[in-house]
């Protein structure tokens, strides 16, 4: 992301105005096993999906509340952005995905035994919604039943 400045006076003006939601109950509780014994999914919000897999909505000005689901076992190669924006820059994600979704880490975490297996499914937002509400609604809740009818301990969110 650039520095605000560097911006369009449209975009400075969103990000210098936009409000943060405030007040819930904290999003997470704490651990009732070691890490050792728990099943981790990852999150992002890069808007990663699979070349296989149909991409974000790019046409609805407020952004495409949806998520793709990508399963833990993918190849790396087989993945792809698809943001448009010229404010973000790809560089990171084209010499290594794993600065956007780290799957490949995780892998080996599970490897060395630090934490105990993946989820089967892993899920991608895409970044960059200006019309929250149905996210918050539909989309975050689905992901969350999803995650805890799948028995996943642990949820690794990783923001772009």
């Given amino acids: 992301m650039p520095r605000i400045e560097v911006l369009d006076p449209d975009s400075q003006e ?3 105005n ?3 939601s405030e ?3 904290p999003a997470w509780v704490p651990l009732d096993k070691p890490l050792n014994e728990c099943q981790v999914a990852l999150i992002t919000s890069s808007g990663l999906v699979r070349r296989s897999d149909k991409p974000f909505d790019l046409s609805n ?3 495409d509340p949806t998520f793709r689901v990508i399963p833990s076992d993918s190849d790396p190669s087989e993945l792809t952005l698809s943001i448009v924006s010229t404010n973000w820059d790809r560089s990171g994600f084209m010499a290594d995905v794993n600065v956007v979704f780290p799957m490949e880490r995780l892998r080996e975490l599970v490897a060395e035994g630090i934490i105990g297996s993946l989820a ?3 899920y991608a937002f895409m970044g960059s919604i200006f019309e929250i509400d ?3 609604e ?3 809740p689905e992901v969350g039943r999803r995650l805890k009818g799948a028995g996943v301990d642990l949820a690794l969110l990783v923001p772009v």
Avoid: E, M
């Fill in 61 to 63: 000005p407020g952004g």
């Fill in 18 to 20: 936009f409000q943060c």
């Fill in 138 to 140: 539909n989309s975050a």
């Fill in 23 to 25: 007040g819930g109950p």
């Fill in 134 to 136: 149905p996210v918050i």
């Fill in 14 to 16: 969103f990000i210098r």
């Fill in 120 to 122: 089967r499914d892993f």
